[in-house]
């Protein structure tokens, strides 16, 4: 069975899986455009969110203090897995159902969470990797209503920056990355 969640996820997950695949381990201490995070602690983070959410999928408390190393052997391959049991977590109808005793919001929320960070630590990934990155367009309008939606609360948190202002007939996935507070032709060198 799929749900639509499970569905996008299916689209997105594969584009950030090909980035990972693609980092060199000599490209592990290059800067990201996410503030404090080298490669490294970007895909360590990445590996975080993809595990918890298969628990949040299924209405587990999990753990986000504990920051494993998950960069151990085979971990381009184990991130594919991982990112497999994510999309059949949120397959599960029931996974969508009521609100995430974890985090206190909607599970369909809680699953567009996981869309968003796959998509744009996916860019930021790439970007900082000097990889090519395409967003999933089928996920596109489900990301940019929940970054509205989501948007003041995560700038008062600080997971997100002060949206960056661009023009409004920029490409889609432009447009989400600056709502997050990303420029999106960041570079290493001007970071």
Partial sequence: M??????????????TAAVV???????????????????RDLLNHLFQVVVNFQGLAAKRPVEWAEKP?????????????ESRRLIDAWSDPASLQGVSPGMGLPQETVGGMVLLDLTVHGWDLAV??????????????ALHALVEQLGPQARRMGVFAEPVPLAADLPDLDRLLAGTGRD???TATAG
């Fill in 69 to 81: 190393d998950h960069l151990t052997d085979g971990w381009r391959d184990q991130f594919e897995v």
């Fill in 21 to 39: 695949r693609g980092i060199a381990d000599d490209q592990l201490d290059l800067p990201t455009p996410c503030r404090d995070y080298a490669v």
């Fill in 184 to 186: 999106p032709v960041w």
């Fill in 2 to 15: 799929a749900t639509h969640t499970s569905q996008l996820l299916a689209a997105a997950a594969p584009r």
């Fill in 128 to 141: 900082a990797t000097d990889q090519p990155y395409r967003a999933a367009p089928e996920a596109m309008a």
